[in-house]
């Protein structure tokens, strides 16, 4: 099976966003930091209220998936199709905007530690228009497998196979057939897996460092970065010497035109400027 190659590394950078929620974001930070289909990504990770107190009040999205994970804190999220949900340490959200959805995410927690990701995910044309759909999804509808050597792996989207034994997340059959899973290693620990051949994919390490790729011919990764991987049939990721955890993200490339303004995603100016209009008039969801 080839191996796939660390091939980009995307530097995360410090930004905010919301209204002023202080975050890390590593793809998404220009036109050219993506991976299709995904479009960004942030980490939010802070002991301080005052960096994500303010929360993400209401705003739009069209044409596009957002998906939140936890790691630390309590937020709490609604959308105007009266859809009301908390987001806890472990658990996600896979939010499908499709042609709208008005939708606020605020901190239930005024001290202590708030960390956890946002992921863009574009849709495919046919589908940017169809009905908003939001899943919350419980910390214990996530799959853990402990991993031979030590670590484990929690499944949000997709399958993995450990030891023989296909462990599937409760995200499945999305077009971009996404998968999302989180990895803890120990130190020096690894992590092998195959990812179906043809998927963009990438490697966020939210704690510290990464060697990825085949072994003689891998690359370092550090913590805060992005890592795109070339073209393979697997992935081969080891941690340094300290414990590790890295986000992997693979999905079907869409290779369709892609024009953004802000929270609308959309395959032509023309679809933009009616996202805009449409959000205007109260016609967006
Ligand atoms: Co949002």
Do not use: C
């Not at 239930?108 to 708030?114: D, L």
């Not at 990895?183 to 990825?212: K, M, T, W």
């Not at 802000?262 to 679809?271: K, L, Y």
């Amino acid at each position: 099976m080839t191996i796939r190659r660390l091939q980009q590394i995307i530097r995360s950078v410090a930004t905010s966003d919301g209204a002023g929620v202080s975050l890390r974001r590593s793809l998404g930070q220009s036109q050219a930091a993506r991976v299709d289909p995904f479009l960004m990504l942030d980490e939010f990770s802070s002991d301080d209220p005052d960096d994500y107190i303010a929360g993400f009040p209401p705003h739009p999205h069209r044409g596009f998936e957002t998906v939140t994970y936890m790691l630390d804190g309590h937020m709490l999220h609604e959308d105007h199709l009266g859809n009301r949900g908390d987001l806890l340490p472990g658990g996600a959200q896979w939010m499908t905007a499709g042609r709208g959805i008005i939708h606020s995410e605020m901190p239930q927690q005024e001290s202590g530690r708030m960390r956890g990701f946002q992921l863009w995910i574009n849709l495919p044309a046919a589908e940017k228009m169809k009905p908003a759909h939001y899943r919350d999804i419980r910390p214990d509808e996530i799959p853990q497998a402990v991993l031979p050597g030590g670590g484990e792996a929690r499944v949000i989207a997709g399958r993995i196979v450990v030891e023989g034994r296909e462990v599937a997340g409760p995200v499945q059959g999305l077009a971009t057939e996404a998968v999302y899973i989180d990895v803890r290693l120990p130190a020096d620990g690894s992590f092998s897996q195959p990812l179906p051949e043809g998927h963009s994919a990438f490697v966020y390490a939210y704690e510290g460092n990464l060697d990825i790729g085949p072994g003689d011919d891998s690359r370092r990764l550090a913590a805060q970065d992005a890592g795109v991987l070339a073209a393979g049939e697997s992935v081969q990721i080891r941690a340094g010497d300290g414990p590790a955890g890295f986000l992997l993200l693979a999905a079907r490339p869409l290779r369709e035109p892609m024009v953004q303004y802000g929270p609308f995603v959309m395959n032509s100016r023309e679809e933009i400027e009616q996202a805009i209009a449409d959000y205007r008039e109260n016609r967006l969801v």
